[in-house]
């Protein structure tokens, strides 16, 4: 099966800063990569996606790049604002395990300081 | 409002009685899943249904039941919970791209 490693577990930045969390995976068949954010006590929620005939995606203040070779991807959020706090998951899915089959990293807590 | 639903939201009970949580869609999505959340540990698939009558094993399946009788609901059965299956549970359905999560479901086994 797939097997997700997200780096680093917690970090902390000043707002106005950018954040990185990475992700690799194991299996290069997996074509899509999620990632989700988490908000205290609440459930995980879709901020943006990837499949793997992309190299980069952006919404407004979030990116998330690809490297099929590598086997890793990142999310990337530009001028960090305290309500960016939160755990943020990555996740990875292979193409003949259906749609209902995520494989998660064990998540990253970002704490934004205003 | 598209939405999933799980029931109950906080459950707490004693080693060995039966349990279960309910999860229900109305966006009839063919895709439902469970997952179990621990600290440290993220998300990890318990089970997961294709469609009704279809369902198979995800990462941690020891100690859980599902069944999907009905495209809408994917009920988690505990037959005889243990307190190691303390945890907080999403349930979450998708079609082909996003899966939407439930608002979880909290249990303490004693």
């Known amino acids: 099966g797939e097997n997700v490693e997200q780096h680093p577990s917690t970090l902390s930045v000043q707002e106005g800063d950018s954040a990185v969390i990475k992700c690799t995976y194991s299996d290069s068949a997996s074509n899509y990569f999620p990632w989700y954010k988490q908000e205290l006590g609440k459930r995980p929620q879709l901020i943006i996606d990837?499949?793997?005939?992309?190299g980069e995606k952006k919404d407004q203040r979030i990116a998330v790049t690809l490297n099929k070779t590598a086997k890793h991807f990142s999310l990337h959020i530009t001028e960090t604002q305290p309500e960016d706090s939160a755990v943020y998951f990555c996740a990875a899915r292979l193409p003949n395990s259906g749609y209902s089959t995520l494989t998660f990293g064990k998540g990253t807590m970002l704490l934004v300081s205003p | 409002e598209a939405q999933v639903t799980q029931n109950p939201r906080y459950l707490i009970t004693v080693t060995g009685k039966k349990l279960t949580v309910t999860c229900s869609q109305n966006m009839n999505h063919e895709y439902m899943s469970w997952y179990r959340q621990d600290p440290g540990l993220g998300l990890r698939q318990i089970y997961y249904s294709m469609n009704v009558e279809v369902t198979d094993k995800g990462d941690v399946p020891e100690g859980y039941k599902v069944s999907r009788k009905e495209k809408r609901n994917f009920p988690l059965i505990l037959e005889s919970p243990s307190p190691n299956q303390t945890s907080l549970y999403f349930c979450?359905?998708?079609?082909?791209?996003?899966?939407?999560f439930g608002p979880g479901t909290r249990l303490t086994v004693t």
């Open positions: 990837i499949r793997s005939n992309v």
């Open positions: 979450a359905s998708s079609t082909t791209g996003e899966q939407y």
